[in-house]
């Protein structure tokens, strides 16, 4: 489940960020950056990753200028998004740009005991400020449903994940319903073709934004998704905390909403990047957490 906080997170965030950066930034990247940050009256704004190595943690990476001075993390400070690179004939070349947003559907268990999420009800409030929300039973077969029938717009899920060691000391990866475990090749054999539908997918779970690298090939939720054809996905680095997460789902969705009833297209890094902020407030790293794979200018539209 979504676990507690950490102590001196400032701290600790940024000392790790600047030896991300330091050690494992590629050094045209360090270059670019440190050239485009400095670039006026055009400063860095957007940044999109293709790799086949989706455990690269680049959101965390703290950015110095040239001069050696704190810029931030380019999760923080910049609209960043990823794009999963693989063979898979199903996932799309390149990442959409647009997405009408149709349809937010919820994906919501109810656990009950050790497994109750408190701030769950607080997360679906925020999704439920916007008018094309709808929430689902949190069952197996509702999830079947859904995914038999994509919609246009979003597919939200607020629960419990996890990564565990199979038989044979392979990663499996689930999220939980209502009713049991879904691991990730159950997932793959629910989805049918999405007939044009592109939706975003949002899993706001613990655990479920991992992925290893097993055996030559990387596994785990975001590339799974993508290879859907699915526009995009939103998920967690590590195991998240109840509160923070409802919390980083309230501002995301704030945006979007103000967006959307203003009639003016949502750009989602940037929601994101909003978002993400929140850590600064809060000191809690949930919200630095949240990894975002889609197309870095990709906007919802309003219906």
Known sequence: GRTGPNARPKALMKGFGKTLYQRYAPGKLKAVISELIARSPMPLQTIQFYSNNPVVPWELMFVSDAKGGDVGYLGTEFQVARWHITDSAKQLDKPTRNVSLDKLVAIAP?????KALP??????????KLPVYERLKG?????????ASLPDGMVHFSGHGTVALGPL?????????????????????????????????????????????????????APAVLETGA??????LWPLT?????????????????GIKSGRPVSVAKALTRAR????????????????????????TPK
């Open 110 to 114: 109810k656990y009950k005991g050790a």
């Open 119 to 128: 701030a769950q009800t607080r997360e679906l409030a925020s999704l439920s």
């Open 139 to 147: 069952d197996s077969a509702s999830f079947e449903r859904l995914m």
């Open 169 to 221: 000391g392979v990663p499996e990866f689930s999220i939980s319903l209502g009713d049991g475990e879904l691991d990730l090749m159950t997932w793959r054999g629910m989805l049918t073709p999405p007939r044009g539908r592109q939706p975003l997918f949002f899993f706001n779970a613990c655990d479920v934004g991992q992925a290893k690298a097993v055996a030559g090939f990387v596994e785990g939720w």
């Open 231 to 236: 526009s995009g996905y939103i998920g967690g």
């Open 242 to 258: 109840d509160a923070p997460a409802a919390d980083f789902a309230a501002a995301f969705y704030g945006e979007v909403s103000a």
């Open 277 to 300: 902020r929140g850590f600064f407030e809060h000191e809690n790293p949930t919200y630095l957490a949240y990894v975002y794979y889609g197309d870095v200018n990709l906007h919802f």
